[in-house]
């Protein structure tokens, strides 16, 4: 988990993941957050989901337009791929 | 073999990560309700390093994406016998001169506009494709006239969408044609509502018996009766009672450097 090669795996798809946010079309960020939050326990897939929310949300006049849905997508992916990786990282 | 049994509840005497990943998960809501009670002071400041960010990485993009990378094999082999006989001054010299070229043609049509319609010119600051809710920001605040609800106009008039949030330094803009998006719109005369799918592009079901030819243009009441687009592609099948049509904008959404602004009531 914590190997020097794993941690350049888990730096570089972070990265990846940060700059797709800003340049790339989602669909690469959705497939870079869900590879990270597969392989490792990353805390960085949250944030890069508030990024991603915080820089294109604009207030909407629903109750859904109003919710955060990457934030709230990246939280419920970390949590739900729990028990997946915990096998994988076994 | 013992089996480790998972369960959330376990989280008391949990590894370290775990706890870690609850308290950045806690964090996280905590920055967004923050944005939310300082109105938007954390996203304010994102979309202002977004706009910095996006000037700066302007050269690289342009020869990126309007460079040799995206051509055919054949030009990509012309293109890269003739790169090896080009200094680096040379190439740096070339690729400021395009990209000077490009806004001076693009200033020069917004002034036609200019003379049209009473606005604002302001630079496009992100990325057309990036956002998932179909917003952009445009390099133009509250301090340049730019209110919510302005119409936001390409350099032929086609209207590309509404601004829906002013910042200090950026405005975002929700696309006309934004994904789930739906704007009563008039073709041929036809009343019809539209679609949003994204990316400049729309779907119209108007009546089978209606001739719609490509290219007619289509005009939305709710943005002053201006164009939003064009027909590109009319789908009509005898065992339905409609005809679908496919609606684009006429300009390719990520060459595009500056937006026009007029405000909503004109």
Known sequence: ????????????????????????????????????????????VLFIGLLIDLLWMTPGTTFFSQLPLFTLGAIILVWALEPLRLEIMK | MARH?????????????????????????????????????????????????????????ETLLGGAYFTSKRSLATENASLRTLVADDKARESTY???????????????????????????????????????????????????????????????????DV??????????FASASRIDVLISNVAAEAEGHGSGNARVFVPRGIMIATGTPVISASFGQRPIGIVGHVVSDES????????????ELSTLRYVYVVPSNQ
């Open chain 1, 1 to 44: 988990m914590s190997s020097p090669r794993i941690s350049k795996i888990r730096i570089a798809l972070a990265l990846g993941a940060l700059v797709s946010v800003f340049f790339a079309p989602i669909w690469v960020s959705i497939v870079l957050m869900v590879a990270l939050s597969l392989r490792f326990r990353a805390i960085e």
């Open chain 2, 5 to 61: 049994e998972f369960s959330y509840r376990s989280l008391h005497g949990a590894p370290r990560g775990r706890q870690r990943l609850l308290f950045a998960s806690f964090l996280v809501l905590v920055i967004f309700a923050i944005d939310i009670a300082s109105h938007g002071a954390v996203r304010n400041a994102i979309r202002s390093s977004e706009s910095v960010l996006w000037r700066a990485t302007a050269s690289v993009r």
């Open chain 2, 98 to 164: 395009s990209a000077l070229a490009d806004e001076n043609r693009a200033l020069r049509e917004m002034l036609g506009l200019r003379e049209r319609e009473a606005g604002i010119t302001a630079p496009v600051v992100s990325s057309f494709r990036s956002s998932p809710y179909g917003t952009f920001l445009i390099g133009a605040s509250e301090s340049d006239g730019i209110k919510n609800g302005d119409i936001v106009l390409t350099s032929q008039g086609f209207v590309l969408g509404r601004v829906v």
């Open chain 2, 167 to 176: 910042g200090n330094r950026t405005a975002s803009v929700r696309s006309a």
């Open chain 2, 240 to 251: 339905r009672a409609d005809q679908v049509v496919y609606v684009s904008l006429p300009v």
